[in-house]
């Protein structure tokens, strides 16, 4: 079970916030994001040790989890499931847009193959946790099986074990496997009831015949899986993949140790709605980092009532949207814990009327 958040410090939270030199909410967003990540970071905390020990964000630790797609497998996508090895490669070498923001920013990397068509080469230090080559066709029958489920669970789990016992309190999961926003397309229309319509988008940037072969593809397969999908665990089973199935358990684990998750965009907030209905108390641990170009995300914050930090037209997956995150949050923890109260800058109290 994940620990429901303690709240105990709301109210001080809240107060130092608002005793800043500034109006009250003046900084926006960046204001209710200090206020939750505070919060987090404070669990077991007294207000002495709040104010003593001002805890910081350790070690931002980056996860990318790989996996191919039986589905890619009907021309979803604009690239063959091949691209998704090819893709893993780059990052273990550095070459891709994730490696060179994570170099920018600050972010310890690590790249996961959780079942792709052609394992990695053992030199490019890549985690093996394999469930198989490629997932099942979706639409055919489930994409994983019941033991590829659970393994998949726990392994997400492990995944993050190593960053917890090194301190990381933060946590970013981006992913890679052609054909996965069809994936998550489906994932959400069995948990929202929305159409394939109004889920499916371009992806990586496919044609109005590939969009309409997807949405034909998901209704098939919601139709198949109709009378399983009021479980989240068999709607992961039957539509997710590999790669999805283990940020769904990194992300309980990450929540169960009380530490931050920062979201990425389309498919990792898949995994984090699947991961919201197996235990709901996770969410509270999660920051949106960013709403991206793909069709259906915003559907999807609305339908988990979250808002996200950034909207740049994203749609790139990787976890670039999550990694462009974390100097927001940097900066919620340096103005909570550095900014001066009206008090200690003598400066008069500014107090806004109607």
């Given amino acids: 079970m994940i620990p429901q958040l303690n709240r105990q410090h709301d109210a001080h939270i809240q107060h130092t916030i608002d005793m800043k030199t500034k109006p009250q909410g003046a ?64 990052f273990a070498t550095g070459g891709a847009a994730i490696n060179v923001l994570c170099a920018q920013l600050g ?23 394999r469930l198989g080559n490629i997932t099942r066709p979706l639409h055919l029958e489930p994409a994983l099986n019941e033991a590829q489920l659970e393994q998949g669970l726990a392994l997400g789990q492990e995944a ?4 917890l016992a090194s301190g990381t309190n933060l946590f970013a999961l981006g992913e890679m496997g052609i054909g996965n926003t069809t994936a998550a397309a489906a994932i959400f229309s069995a948990l929202s009831g929305l159409t394939s319509a109004e889920t499916v988008g371009r992806g990586t940037g496919v044609s109005d015949e590939v969009v309409e072969k997807k949405q034909q593809l998901i209704e098939q397969a919601l139709r198949l899986h109709r009378d399983a999908l009021h479980d989240p665990r ?13 940020m769904v358990g990194a992300m ?15 498919i990792a907030t898949a995994a984090a709605m699947l991961a919201y209905r197996i235990d709901p108390a996770c969410k509270d641990y999660m920051v949106f980092a960013h709403c991206s170009g793909e069709q259906g995300h915003q559907a999807m914050l609305s339908w988990l009532n979250v808002e996200p930090l950034l909207n740049l037209k994203m749609r790139l997956g990787e976890g670039t949207g999550a990694a462009l995150a974390l100097p927001l949050c940097q900066s919620a923890l340096a103005f909570y814990y550095q900014m001066a109260s009206f008090e200690a800058a003598a400066v008069t109290q500014v107090v806004e009327t109607s």
């Fill in 27 to 90: 900084l926006g967003k960046l204001e209710t994001l200090a206020h939750q990540l505070v919060t987090i970071l404070s669990q077991g905390m007294e207000h002495s040790q709040l104010e003593s020990e001002r805890p910081d964000i350790v070690r931002p630790q980056m996860l990318i989890f790989a996996g191919d797609h039986g589905i890619a497998g009907e021309g979803v996508s604009i690239a063959p499931s091949e691209v998704t090895a090819q893709m893993v490669a780059n």
């Fill in 107 to 129: 972010w310890q990397l690590s790249v996961i193959d959780c079942g792709i068509l052609t394992p990695p080469a053992p030199e490019l230090n890549v985690v093996s946790q």
């Fill in 160 to 163: 993050v074990k190593p960053a």
């Fill in 234 to 246: 068999e709607v992961l089973r039957r539509l997710g993949g590999f790669e999805i199935c283990q």
């Fill in 252 to 266: 309980l684990e990450i929540a169960r140790a009380q530490k931050i998750v920062l979201v990425d965009g389309f």
